[in-house]
């Protein structure tokens, strides 16, 4: 009798000690994360800010319409992003804790777009639905570059009867253009069509100038005049004082430059091979008034040399249409 007993008591701890070790071996005491995998299909809009939500052990794909040029993550400790040359066109996000964290992410296209994305990650005890997938649609035109929002319209059933913007047509005008005129825009004008200047890397020029009340649109061309590739940054429109061609000392109390809000741009390339063109088209707020030594100006740069911008004086006043 006390033998059985002693055997039954054995028994009765070598199945306790089991289960002990099988709890132990079960990740976080909870077993696999429950996830509920979502994919998502999203058209490209600079005016909006798309959530992604992550989960820790579980890697989202971003798939872009064009191939992307740089990406920027706002808590590079929190999440890890990788993008290689060899997809250009995919992004990878995974949470780098297991805690519970959110940030912002920037990915720039060689379009010129811009796509801004929150980041979100509930942490590893939350079971929450897991973006794995992130598609974003190529917008329905035939430009590179757009920046204005796609409202109301579809993919599968697009407007016969929808006309192309103003800035649509300037680009359009502009890009026809056989030999535009050329210059390295260096000096105090802004204008000169000395073409064996090369002291900077791109070549401007300055097309059509239209405005409609207080909204101007410029239309103008971009020549790689190097002999490496560049990549050209968005334009920037600002009023100028004369004392920023360094004709005199700066007064402390003399502000040298306004910048001007662009409403909208328009870039048929970012990156051009030696000798390659570009055409565009920027749309912007003109001040009301200036002083009579101001004038404005159209800044063209590049990512290598922005300290270095190319400046084409704009008329203050458009011509009359």
């Known amino acids: 009798m006390k033998a059985q007993l002693f055997i039954g008591s054995l028994i009765i701890v070598a ?16 077993g696999a994360p429950q996830v509920d995998p979502a994919i998502v299909d999203l058209p490209i809009s600079a005016g909006t800010v798309t959530d992604v939500h992550l989960h820790p052990l579980f890697t989202t794909t971003i798939r872009l319409p064009d191939a992307v040029t740089s990406v920027a993550v706002g808590a ?12 250009p066109r995919l992004v990878f996000i995974k949470p ?13 296209l060689q379009s010129g777009q ?15 639905p897991v973006d794995f997938v992130v598609n974003y649609e190529p917008r329905q035109s035939f430009l590179i570059g757009s920046t204005d929002e796609v409202a109301g319209s ?5 407007d016969p009867t929808a006309q192309p913007s103003a800035i649509d047509l300037a ?5 026809q253009v056989a030999s535009p005129d050329w210059s390295t825009g ?5 204008r000169d069509s000395n073409r064996t200047d090369l002291g900077k890397p791109i070549l401007g020029a300055l097309g059509t100038v239209q405005a409609r009340g207080s909204v101007m649109l410029a239309a103008y061309s971009i020549e790689n005049a190097s002999d490496r590739w560049i ?7 600002e009023l100028r004082g004369p004392n920023l061609d360094g004709s005199k000392k700066k007064r402390k109390d003399q502000v040298l430059a306004d910048e001007v809000p662009v409403a909208g741009y328009r870039l048929s390339a970012r990156r051009l091979a030696p000798g390659e063109r570009a055409d565009g088209a920027v749309e912007f707020s003109r001040p009301s008034f200036k002083q009579s030594a101001d004038h404005l100006v159209l800044e063209l740069g590049t990512a290598s040399a922005v300290d270095h911008p190319l400046l084409l004086q704009l008329p203050f006043v458009a011509p009359g249409q």
């Open 15 to 30: 199945l306790a000690a089991s289960t002990t070790c099988a709890q132990q071996t079960s990740p976080g005491g909870g």
């Open 76 to 87: 590079p400790t929190l999440f890890k992003v990788e993008h290689s040359a060899d997809d």
């Open 96 to 108: 780098a804790t297991a805690e519970a964290a959110t940030s912002n992410l920037i990915i720039a």
């Open 114 to 128: 811009e796509i801004s994305l929150r980041l979100l990650s509930a942490g590893r005890s939350t079971n929450t």
């Open 154 to 158: 579809s993919a599968t059933d697009p």
């Open 171 to 175: 680009l359009r005008q502009q890009s």
């Open 186 to 190: 260096n000096n105090k004008n802004g």
């Open 231 to 237: 990549e050209v940054l968005p334009p920037q429109v």
